[in-house]
């Protein structure tokens, strides 16, 4: 065997080697990320359907009559979240 066709056989032999390794990660990545989808469901961090959920932000401004000394105190701003239905 001349050395270019050593050469040849060494390189075909690396690219093959380089391939399974891409394939063996590639699976293994799919596998984790099975798992983790499978435990974001279980925890209800992702829906079955993989539709959006809609959320609905509402921002409110509560005044309270009593309290303070200057009478009518201001409340900190709250936020509601609702999921809507389509």
Known sequence: MTDNAHARALAHAEEERVQWESH???????????ATQEEQKRVRLLVDNAAPIKLSVLS?????TSGGPHGAVAAEPR???????E
């Open 60 to 64: 409110t401004k509560l005044t309270a």
């Open 24 to 34: 063996l990660f590639m699976e293994r990545q799919m596998e984790e990320m099975c």
């Open 79 to 85: 936020f509601v979240f609702s999921q809507e239905d």
